[in-house]
Structures are given as structure tokens and as C-alpha cells.
């Protein structure tokens, strides 16, 4: 089971800039893709960004060229820097990872877990 601790949420004006980070603990294989989406009040879960082990990253539309993910394998963390904000980023942040479980078989299908959710409050 992989837990999942976000950090870095709050309130910021248009334009400004914050940083999530998202740290992956417990007892696991292998994690493989992570991953931060996102839900505003009365919406779904959109993607906002997923970075695969390899480092290989996509960005849903709406947040292109405006966030960047990274990670750290060693230290099994992800961060997500939001430069130029806008009021319609207000949402609350969900981090995510896929994972193999202990002693995984050619057979064992990847495990999905969610973070708690951290708010990122955009004024105008």
C-alpha cells in the first residue's frame, strides 16, 4: 500500500506562483507513473500533469506551458510548479501514483492511490 502526502496548497492572487509537492511512503515494489489532478467544486477530476518513472511527462490542455511536474525517484516524490495562475486553477489538488505492490508476478496489474487533496485558492 503506497500512502500519499501533499503539501504547498493555499491561496494566491492571479498570476502568482505556487508549488505542490507530493510525497509517496509505505510498503510497495515499484512506483511507476505519478501524477497531480484536480477537482473545482460542482466539476470532475481533470488531469493536470503526470510524469512516468522515465520522466516522461504530459500536461492536460488547460495547464500547458503555465506548470511543470517533476520528480524524484530516490526520495519517491513529485512537485508541481504553477506559474501564472489564474482564478479558474482554484481547485482542490489530488496527488496520485500507480504502483506494484511486494513481490509482484508477471501478472500483477498496477495499484492506484489518491492523496487527501490540497486546496489551491486563486483570487482575481
Known amino acids: 500500500q503506497v500512502q500519499l502526502a501533499e503539501s504547498g496548497g493555499g491561496l494566491v492572487q492571479a498570476g502568482g506562483s505556487l508549488r505542490l509537492s507530493c510525497a509517496a511512503s509505505?510498503?510497495?515494489?515499484?512506483?511507476?507513473?505519478m501524477g497531480w489532478y484536480r477537482q473545482a467544486a460542482g466539476k470532475e477530476r481533470d488531469l493536470v500533469a503526470t510524469?512516468?518513472?522515465?520522466?516522461?511527462?504530459n500536461y492536460g490542455d488547460s495547464v500547458k506551458g503555465r506548470f511543470s511536474i517533476s520528480r524524484d525517484n530516490v526520495k519517491n516524490t513529485i512537485d508541481l510548479q504553477m506559474n501564472s495562475l489564474k482564478p479558474e486553477d482554484t481547485a482542490v489538488y489530488y496527488c496520485?501514483?500507480?504502483?506494484?505492490?511486494?513481490?509482484?508476478?508477471?501478472?500483477?496489474?498496477?495499484?492506484?492511490?489518491w492523496g487527501q487533496g490540497t486546496q489551491v485558492t486563486v483570487s482575481s
Open positions: 510524469i512516468s518513472r522515465g520522466g516522461d511527462t
Open positions: 509505505g510498503s510497495f515494489y515499484r512506483i511507476n507513473d
Open positions: 496520485n501514483a500507480l504502483y506494484l505492490p511486494k513481490n509482484p508476478t508477471a501478472y500483477t496489474a498496477s495499484h492506484r492511490s
